[in-house]
């Protein structure tokens, strides 16, 4: 908690340090009631820094110093000065060393930052400014240090004691305590520190690696979830065998080892050797795991791993420089995903997030750029922006590059940066310097924030038969940034003749044609591209692959994205066709709506939606990405004024008609797909999850239906399934249906048989919570009451709460404010306890802009009543007080 506003940092201030840490060594002893933290720091005067000795400004926050010496000289009162966050002191030369004691409360820490318990372990989150809650240190990533750490505890309630790099040495002492001392030979900044000690089982595996060497692989757990860690297991092997193909990333340690911990703020971290990950992350079997979660868990295994390149070895100079790692390793992932599954599927999953959740706060009062230049507290800037627009723009220098010279340009990032703590501008240089391609302008995408407009004109002359695109790109004033420089945004885009054939495509001036597909690098705020030989008007595909991250717009009519939906070569295309169809029939329908006139929908989309369900050559999983309209959120994010009632009016008869109109091919598809899972031991594989969630997509319309036959299936699949994926599903669709009986009956059962499964439980709060039923808002709050349910935990309060506010627009846009009233309520709990958590769930109360000028005032009065709530932590104070400026 702060007791003064929090300060502004700023980018243009960043200083290098004016001492260095060369060697760390931290000695914890974890007792039940306090820790102590001892730490001696190896330290000299930084060369690059200037002259003299200035005083040394160590970072500390909640430490009970108990002792301080320098170059084993005991400080006195008089020789330093102790504040809320520093301790300073005056260096007696060059080089020195610093010895501390202090006394922390991992016990009682709630926040998840620093040293904290979590289900009887001890365990630590120290990025980004969590290590200074342990001990006074130089806590910023450029200052790297050689760490050795001992760790000693009670042996019989914590026989397991970890930390990072080696175990060197390790023995008992005579009063029921052991030790274990691990050492780091990788310099590395503080975040990356961690230490685990419990009673903990793993399981252990081993990779030989691409020179030869073999990594003992550990996965440890708490003793009833040791039957969860085999897919884990297998998604880290694949994830270290596809860095060394891809990427020619070698891992360096002897050991990697993953922990699973149930009360974790985000999703998982990268410490060197002894990643940490929120267990939701990281267990998976398919009885109590969707197919969704087994693919979040190999993608976060993923990237977690490859962090031990992309953000480890190499590192960032400051957080202004965060996507410097957390948009490259989002991109290495996401490859990685498509290349485990499905391409076309992984792509279209990322785009519908990343247009709904990332678009929405670049046009709200958080949109910050990719590379931001000022922050109040940097736990609020893991953002969507950071990570996944962040992800785009490595994704558009891959496009621009070429794989090639992409791969070129990461090796000279590699070789020239290890053990280096750089910046984003390094990135690009070494881009630059292998690929020879000059992205300066490119960099705006660092620099300004906000979504790009790229509105496209054509014109076809019927004599020269020529073909001409002309672009014009402008983008939105976001905080801080009125007018914007026109960015480089790379369109990958083909032309289609009458019979859906791909054109040839030739620029004006080239000698000739080239490819079928293309990339234009739109540079300038208007810009036109001409095609020669084009010897009839064509149907242009834009920005195949989602090449950039932009609002693109062409007047296409409804046929024509009709003939794009069967047409395009681009199966991304495809599907996006199909979404833009379904908007415009939507948004029709939400006209309608709003002007008091009965519904009546546009029978192409039927037409359209028929053929892909009847086309059994096509890909089961994008059937399913076909059949799934575009969701209220995206909706709301494409209207100027969301209206909230009609969207979920307008999706929900649109839903009801295909569920009409398409009932039996709905039935014969779900049946076959059924029957395939009931004879079929379930797989996690592509093949498998596609077709259970063909099969769960048509399930959910067919009970729209409401008829006998339909709720019986529905039964038969909840009871029957062998996985979570299909019992999940049906338990979703009887939450969201009219049967009361049965639905309380699958509710209780499934509560019954889980309740002793967190993860379980947190799906079946979601299910609940995400209900767009009448009465949302009661239910959530009679289910905080629930025993499985407590604040503390974040995946609860996620599952619970973060999917009511998110996720359940009619419920939690109430027009009484008795939604918003909860969630600030919430926040105002929450603040107290997780001031990371508490910001994160303030989000949706960020957007009202977006809203009529009712909701707006609720929402307004909602978020002052926030600020007006006593002290705020700087997390929640920097949200809500930018939100009302
Ligand atoms: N670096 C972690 C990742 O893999 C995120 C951890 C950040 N945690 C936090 N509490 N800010 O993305
Ligand atoms: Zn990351």
């Known amino acids: 908690m702060r007791s003064e506003q929090p300060k502004t940092v700023y980018l ?10 060369d060697e760390t060594h931290l000695t914890f002893e974890l007792f039940e009631d306090h820790t102590l933290v001892h730490a001696q720091l190896v330290m000299r005067r930084n060369p690059a820094a200037g002259s003299g000795l200035p005083p040394l400004v160590l970072d500390g926050q909640q430490l009970e110093l108990l002792s301080l010496a320098v170059d084993d000289v005991p400080l006195g009162e008089g020789d330093y000065q102790l504040g809320d966050s520093h301790l300073t002191l005056q260096p ?7 010895d501390s004691s202090v006394r922390i409360h991992p016990e009682s820490n709630t926040a998840l930052e620093g040293l904290y318990k979590s289900s009887g372990m001890f365990c630590t989150q120290c990025e980004a400014e969590g290590f200074r809650k342990i001990t006074f240190y130089l806590d910023r990533p450029d200052v790297m240090s050689k760490f050795t750490t001992t760790l000693s505890a009670v042996q019989k309630d914590y026989p397991v004691l970890l930390s990072n790099g080696n175990p060197i040495a390790s023995g008992q002492e005579e009063d029921g305590r052991h030790w274990a001392t691990w050492q780091d030979p990788f310099m590395k900044p503080a975040y990356l520190f961690a230490l685990v000690a419990g009673d903990l089982w793993c399981i252990e595996d081993s990779f030989r690696t691409m020179s030869g060497r073999d990594v003992a692989l550990r ?16 998604s880290l092997k694949k994830s270290m065998k596809w860095d060394e193909e891809v990427y020619g990333r070698e891992y360096d340690l002897d050991i990697f080892m993953i922990v699973a911990v149930n009360d974790f703020n985000m999703g998982a971290m990268e410490n060197k050797g002894l990643n940490i990950f929120n267990s939701s992350c990281v267990l998976a079997h398919p009885e109590t795991a969707t197919d969704a979660a087994h693919q979040r868990v190999e993608a976060v295994v993923a990237h977690e791993y490859f962090h031990n390149w992309s953000g480890n070895r190499v590192t960032c100079r400051d957080w202004f420089q965060l996507s410097l790692k957390e948009g490259f390793t989002v991109f290495r992932d996401a490859e990685f995903s498509a290349d485990m599954n499905s391409r076309t599927v992984k792509r279209i999953e990322d785009v519908a997030f990343l247009r709904t959740q990332q678009f929405a706060e670049d046009g709200g009062p958080m949109a910050h750029p990719v590379r931001p230049d000022a922050y109040m507290e940097i736990s609020n800037f893991y953002t969507l922006t950071i990570y996944e627009k962040g992800a785009e723009v490595l994704r558009m220098i891959h496009t621009l590059l070429g794989a090639e010279a992409f791969r070129q340009g990461s090796d000279l990032y590699f070789d020239r940066h290890d053990g280096q703590a750089v910046t984003c501008d390094d990135f690009i240089k070494a881009m630059e310097d292998a690929s020879g391609v000059d992205l300066a302008q490119f960099k705006r995408w660092y620099t300004q924030s906000g979504t790009p407009r790229l509105a496209v004109e054509e014109a076809y002359d019927p004599v020269a038969h020529t073909y001409s695109l002309t672009f014009r790109q402008s983008c939105p004033p976001t905080p801080g940034q009125e007018h914007k420089e026109p960015f480089v945004i790379p369109v990958a885009m083909g032309l289609l003749d009458a019979h859906g054939n791909e054109l040839p495509l030739r620029l004006a001036g080239e000698d000739a044609a080239d490819g079928t597909s293309r990339v234009l690098a739109v540079s300038a705020a208007e810009q036109r591209f001409t095609f020669v030989d084009v010897a009839h008007k064509p149907l242009p595909s834009l920005l195949r692959g989602f090449s950039a991250p932009v609002k693109l717009s062409f007047p296409y009519s409804r046929d024509q994205l009709m003939f794009l939906m ?11 066709a199909g979404q833009q169809l379904s908007v415009q029939v939507l948004q029709e329908l939400v006209d309608q709506h709003q002007r008091d006139e009965a519904l009546s929908l546009d029978p192409r989309l039927i037409a359209a939606l028929r053929s892909v369900l009847a086309d059994e050559s096509l890909d089961a999983a994008m059937v399913a990405e076909m059949l799934s309209l575009p969701a209220e959120a995206y909706l709301a994010e494409l209207s100027e004024v969301a209206d909230v009632d009609a969207i979920h009016a307008a999706r929900e008869f649109a839903r009801r008609e295909i569920s009409r109109e398409l009932f039996d091919l709905l039935w014969a598809r779900y049946q076959t797909c059924r029957e395939a899972s009931r004879t079929t031991p379930y797989a996690a594989d592509a093949a498998q999850i596609a077709r259970r969630s063909l099969q769960n997509i048509a399930l959910s319309y ?7 036959e339909v709720v019986d299936v529905c039964e038969e699949q909840f009871e029957h399934a062998d996985n979570m994926t299909e019992r999940l599903a049906a338990l979703a669709v009887l939450v969201n249906s009219p049967f009361e009986a049965e639905k309380a009956n699958a509710l209780a059962k499934f509560a019954d048989y889980f309740k002793d499964d967190a993860l379980v439980m947190d799906q079946w709060f979601s299910v609940q919570a995400g209900s767009p039923l009448p009465g949302g808002l009661e239910r959530v709050e009679a289910l905080m009451h629930h025993p499985a349910f407590t604040l503390k935990n974040p995946n609860k309060v996620r599952a619970l709460i973060g999917a009511f506010a998110n996720q359940n627009h009619v419920n939690f846009h109430r027009l009484d404010g008795a939604g918003y009233r909860f969630l600030a309520d919430q926040v105002i709990a929450l603040n107290a306890l997780n001031p990371q958590i508490a910001s994160r769930l303030l989000t949706p109360l960020t957007r009202w802009r977006k809203f009529d000028s ?10 002052e009543r926030i600020l007006a709530s006593g002290e705020l932590s700087s997390d929640v104070f920097e949200v809500v007080s930018k939100s009302l400026a």
């Open 12 to 21: 243009k201030d960043y200083r290098a340090p004016d001492y260095l840490i």
């Open 92 to 98: 007696p030369r060059d080089e020195f060393v610093i």
């Open 219 to 234: 996965i440890y757990v708490e003793p009833e979830n040791i039957g969860k860690l085999q897919h884990g297991m297998d």
């Open 566 to 576: 069967q047409h395009d070569s681009d199966g991304f295309n495809r599907w996006e």
């Open 702 to 708: 067919l009970a729209l239906a409401a008829s006998d």
């Open 854 to 863: 009712a909701r707006q005032a609720l929402m307004r009065g909602e978020l």
